[in-house]
């Protein structure tokens, strides 16, 4: 089956605090492909999601999206991509359920029908009233990674979504992958995880630290 490209990161080189994290980094990410970036702590990892997903411009080189440079037609892609990082994007004074509304909302949906069979689907039932902030780590994960259940974006740029997960967790966002994958969308992560056993279309790459 021919793959389609979806996103390609060209000739990319980051820099910070004088320290090259990568230089003329160069890959393809086609239509129902993951992508696992892999590198021990402080080789960029983050850093370079966070240039592709837009947050921050590369020293050198450029993303493209569906060909076009996302440098020049930002709000095009945007529309397509979710990302979800370190800092989930998640209210922590709002409620589980508060939350999930206002990503309905967002994403057009009708909030009372949806909500609780999402809250349920995440394992949050008998805790969508707390406050965020006060559910524990992995729940906190759970309430974030709701978005990847109502959304329709091809992209899915996520930094460490098994962080905090327990095993039930980790196969319920498994099954999740799969099933954009399936569709044709495409995942760019970071991750500990070794998902090689799980996706055939895994690819890697890996950021050495560079001194
Ligand atoms: N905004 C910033 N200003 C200055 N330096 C930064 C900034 N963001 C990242 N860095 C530096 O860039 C390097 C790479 O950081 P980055 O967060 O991309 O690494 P990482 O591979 O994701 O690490 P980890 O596995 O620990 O999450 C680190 O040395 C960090 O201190």
């Given at each position: 089956m021919r793959i389609t490209n979806l996103l390609e990161i060209k000739s990319v080189t980051c820099t910070k605090q004088e320290r090259c994290?990568?230089?003329s980094l160069s890959f393809f990410l086609g239509a129902g492909e993951i992508l696992q970036i892999e590198g021990p702590n402080g080789a960029g990892k983050t850093s370079l999601l966070r240039i592709i997903a837009g947050f921050a411009r590369p020293d050198e080189g450029e993303i493209f999206f569906d060909t076009k440079p996302i440098s020049q037609y930002y709000d095009e892609f945007a529309a397509q991509l979710l990302f979800i990082g370190h800092?989930?994007?998640?209210?922590?004074?709002?409620?589980a359920y508060e939350n999930v509304c206002h990503w309905l909302q967002v994403h057009g949906y009708k909030v009372d029908e949806q909500a609780y069979e999402l809250l349920s689907k995440l394992g949050l039932v008998g805790l969508e009233?707390?406050?965020?902030?006060?559910?524990?780590a992995g729940q906190q994960r759970r309430v974030a990674l709701v978005r990847l259940w109502l959304n329709d974006a091809k992209l899915w740029v996520l930094d460490e979504?098994?962080?905090?997960?327990d095993k039930k967790g980790v196969i319920l966002l498994q099954g999740q992958f799969a099933k954009h994958l399936a569709k044709g969308g495409s995942i760019l992560l970071t991750t500990h995880q070794d998902l090689t056993t799980h996706f055939d279309a895994l690819k890697t790459l890996v950021l050495e630290y560079q001194f």
């Amino acid at each position: 089956m021919r793959i389609t490209n979806l996103l390609e990161i060209k000739s990319v080189t980051c820099t910070k605090q004088e320290r090259c994290l990568f230089e003329s980094l160069s890959f393809f990410l086609g239509a129902g492909e993951i992508l696992q970036i892999e590198g021990p702590n402080g080789a960029g990892k983050t850093s370079l999601l966070r240039i592709i997903a837009g947050f921050a411009r590369p020293d050198e080189g450029e993303i493209f999206f569906d060909t076009k440079p996302i440098s020049q037609y930002y709000d095009e892609f945007a529309a397509q991509l979710l990302f979800i990082g370190h800092k989930s994007g998640v209210n922590g004074q709002l409620s589980a359920y508060e939350n999930v509304c206002h990503w309905l909302q967002v994403h057009g949906y009708k909030v009372d029908e949806q909500a609780y069979e999402l809250l349920s689907k995440l394992g949050l039932v008998g805790l969508e009233d707390a406050p965020v902030r006060t559910l524990s780590a992995g729940q906190q994960r759970r309430v974030a990674l709701v978005r990847l259940w109502l959304n329709d974006a091809k992209l899915w740029v996520l930094d460490e979504p098994f962080t905090a997960l327990d095993k039930k967790g980790v196969i319920l966002l498994q099954g999740q992958f799969a099933k954009h994958l399936a569709k044709g969308g495409s995942i760019l992560l970071t991750t500990h995880q070794d998902l090689t056993t799980h996706f055939d279309a895994l690819k890697t790459l890996v950021l050495e630290y560079q001194f």
